[in-house]
């Protein structure tokens, strides 16, 4: 079985030990399958090749077919080195002129790269097919690094569609252009298409109208037509993002049948007492989310819940209510915050919550006394604390709880799954119920495939009273105008956050960035009338705690920091949100600074200073930050604009999973077609054991759909 498909590459004709070497070190190709799954990028029409007369600068990409007029080397500063012939040092050659020309006109390929190369195989009277983005220099056109290709027969493909493959300088230098490529994918085919074997079910290829397998593979590399690529990548993705789901989902299957939870069946009073005397009405997303936890804690099974409300949603009293129904059937509860000023404020505002009912509460955090901490340590052994909010320090050894049975972790993108897993060991012999909030609107569908394991409630839905956020981009001309608006909303009682990016690699150097910008606004601002505090984060937690609780308390006008306060504070005095320097800044994280304001006072204002040099894509951020304020919107777009590898929280890792043919931010809507049926197939056979499920298992057995590194996510 499946011979020919593992056969190794070198042995393709026209491969070879040499050519094997470099597919495998540039492509990672090693058998016949693994080139059968290096699909095109793109397509080039033949029939669309464009007259040079007609290439016009705003034009994207083009093809054209043309024949070399002639070439020049140049040197630095642009002196002529050599025409025609070799130059005595190619080392000195900075850059490659090659005139093209065809019946309409002529125009010029520039080469910065490849020099060598390129000067030696465009010979002058030979015609290639040319194909890249024209731009105006002067007042001619150029094509920049254009892709060269010689103008093919028709034999590899019928259609008028050819197949464009990565590959790299070292792959064309070794003899695999895209000529060859194209030779290697169909002599590959020939051999392995009567093996393929369909992945995917008779009824699910029925129910979308899905091509298959074999006709997939052999239009993505050679369309018949258009229309015949359309179905082969329709199906290609469909299958990579469907067997992506049922991997996921099938992990979270076993886990949910296998952890054992902590059945909590009833309610209780103190839920009550507490529901009974809040001041305002859920919002319907509440009740919705305070539902599906109730649903879970009653199910015997252990909860992992993620749940995700943009800032403002009222996440905090979704936590408490949850902690009460874990309280009311005789279990402890704890909260976890990733900074101490917002446990602090987490505390202040639970214990008003819990006034109603008889639940004692403690705070732990790292600033907690040790005389403290003693009467704590005990109150959890006991039992007689029923709820406990801190820090990190809550992870502490010494912190062992009589019965803990729900651990809230907010803000979890602080959090690595080591600290998930250390809560979990706190449990009694069972593992506590776990429900994870972030105010980091991750969009819908790259949630369903990090969080495949996790269940995810989304409260979509603002607190009524919250006031729009007016939002302006300025430039630094209007800095003093700038200031006289802080003094006006000053003078009318009301606060301002000034926020200062992280612009230099060492802390010493940024903290140089925000001082400065500090003591500008202490002058413009000056004591007697004005108090500006300052919070970074390389303040002690005293000091930090000190200047943050001057502006809580409203004994400080202004706030200048760096990003620490993204998270969480709530001051709802505040109603300007100055951000520094904001086209440093991400989408993610200038759509949660501006989440700190809007919370009480009956207008507030996002003011996005920009610097003069502005990039085009940070002009689009700051743009459709004045645009939007929906969190999911900013985030769909953010992830459009940067590609899913670059949403907060997985930044500096990238994805954990590379997908093939689809792509998390365009195929959405796929993904969850895809997912429907990948969890109505796990309904029925949650271990896949059924034989006609065998199929499914055979292709996730190929280990590329499995998450490695879970560490990547949280
Ligand atoms: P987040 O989701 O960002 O953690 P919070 O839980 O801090 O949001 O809630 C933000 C504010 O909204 C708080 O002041 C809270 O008291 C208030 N709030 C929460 N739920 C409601 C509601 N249903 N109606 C009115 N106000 C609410
Ligand atoms: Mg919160």
């Not at 997939?216 to 990548?233: C, E, G, R, V």
């Not at 989902?249 to 069946?265: H, T, V």
């Not at 403290?372 to 992870?395: K, M, N, P, Q, Y």
């Not at 981009?473 to 003093?480: K, V, W």
Request: with cysteine.
């Amino acid at each position: 079985m499946a011979k020919e498909l593992d056969t190794s590459i070198q042995y393709l004709s026209g491969v070879g030990p040499k050519r094997a070497e470099l597919l495998k070190r540039e492509l990672g190709i090693e058998t016949l399958s693994d080139l059968i799954h290096l699909y095109p990028f793109r397509y080039i029409d033949r029939s669309g090749i464009l007259p040079i007369a007609q290439v016009a600068p705003d034009l994207a990409y083009v093809q054209l077919q043309a024949r070399v007029v002639s070439r020049t080397l140049y040197g630095p500063s642009s002196s002529i080195v050599s025409q025609e012939s070799n130059p005595i040092h190619w080392g000195a050659i900075k850059r490659l002129s090659v005139i093209v020309e065809d019946a309409s006109g002529q125009m010029e390929m520039v080469f910065f790269k490849g020099i060598r190369w390129n000067f030696q195989r465009l010979a002058p009277g030979s015609t290639f097919l040319f194909f890249g983005k024209p731009q105006a220099f002067g007042n001619r056109m150029n094509i920049v690094h254009p892709e060269v290709d010689v103008p093919q027969e028709g034999a590899m493909s019928q259609g008028a569609l050819t197949g464009v493959y990565p590959s790299t300088e070292k792959l064309k230098t070794g003899g695999i252009t895209g000529k060859v490529m194209c030779k290697l994918q169909s002599a590959a085919l020939a051999l392995c298409l009567p093996e393929i074997q369909e992945t995917l079910p008779e009824y699910v290829l029925r129910d979308r109208g899905l091509v298959t397998l074999p006709y997939a593979l052999k239009n993505i590399h050679f369309p018949k037509d258009s229309y015949a690529l359309q179905k082969a990548t329709y199906r290609l993705k469909f299958e990579e993002l469907f067997f992506l789901q049922l991997s996921l989902l099938k992990q979270k299957y076993i886990r949910s049948r296998g952890e054992r939870g902590i059945p909590m069946p009833r309610v209780g009073a103190d839920f009550h007492a507490c529901y009974n005397a809040l001041p305002y009405a859920l919002t319907g997303a509440q009740q919705r989310v305070i539902k599906e936890i109730r649903g879970d804690l009653m199910s015997g099974r252990q909860m992992n819940r993620l749940l995700q409300g943009d800032v403002g949603s009222g996440k905090t009293m979704v936590a408490v209510l949850s902690c009460l129904i874990a309280i009311g059937n005789g279990f402890q509860a704890c909260i976890m915050a990733p900074t101490e000023v917002l446990a602090q404020q987490h505390y202040a505002n639970i214990q008003k919550y819990l006034a109603p009912t008889s639940v004692q509460c403690a705070l732990l955090t790292g600033s907690t006394t040790q005389r403290e901490r003693r009467g704590i340590h005990a109150g959890l052994e006991d039992g007689s604390i029923g709820l406990i909010v801190g820090t990190h320090a809550l992870l502490e050894d010494n912190v062992v709880f009589r019965n803990l049975g729900l651990a809230v972790i907010d803000e979890q993108h602080r959090f690595g799954v080591d600290q998930r897993a250390k809560l979990w060991a706190k449990g009694p012999a069972i593992s506590p119920h776990i429900l994870v909030m972030t105010a980091t609107p991750i969009p819908r569908t790259l949630a369903m495939t990090l969080y495949g394991d996790l269940d995810v409630s989304v409260i979509d839905e603002m607190p009524p009273g919250r006031k729009p956020v007016q939002t302006m981009c300025i430039g630094q001309n209007r800095r003093a105008a700038m200031y006289k608006f802080m003094r006006d909303e000053i003078a009318r009682g009301r606060q301002v956050f000034v926020v200062f990016p992280l612009i230099f690699e060492s802390e010493k150097m940024d903290l140089k960035n925000l001082e400065m910008g500090y003591e500008e606004i202490v002058r413009a601002f000056p004591l007697p009338d004005y108090k500006v505090a300052i919070v970074h984060g390389q303040q002690s937690s005293e000091e930090k705690n000190f200047n943050m609780s001057a502006f809580v308390a409203g004994r400080a006008q202004i706030l200048v920091s760096t990003t620490v306060i993204e998270v969480g504070v709530d001051v709802p005095n505040a109603s300007v949100m100055v951000i520094e320097s904001a086209q440093r800044f991400g989408l993610s994280q200038l759509h949660q600074l501006r989440g700190r304001v809007g919370r009480g006072a009956e207008k507030s204002y996002c003011i996005l200073v920009k610097d003069v040099k502005t990039s085009k894509e940070a002009q689009q951020r700051l743009d459709l930050m004045c645009a939007t304020e929906d969190g999911f919107e900013i985030a769909e777009q953010d992830m459009k604009m940067r590609g899913p590898g670059d949403l907060e929280g997985t930044q500096q890792s990238g994805l954990p999973i590379s997908l093939n043919i689809a792509s998390l931010a365009k195929d959405g809507q796929l993904l969850s077609e895809a997912r429907v049926y990948a969890g109505q197939i796990l309904e029925a056979d949650p271990t896949l054991k059924a034989p006609q499920n065998a199929p499914l298992v055979r292709e996730l057995r190929k280990d590329k759909y499995e998450i490695k590194d879970y560490s990547k996510i949280s």
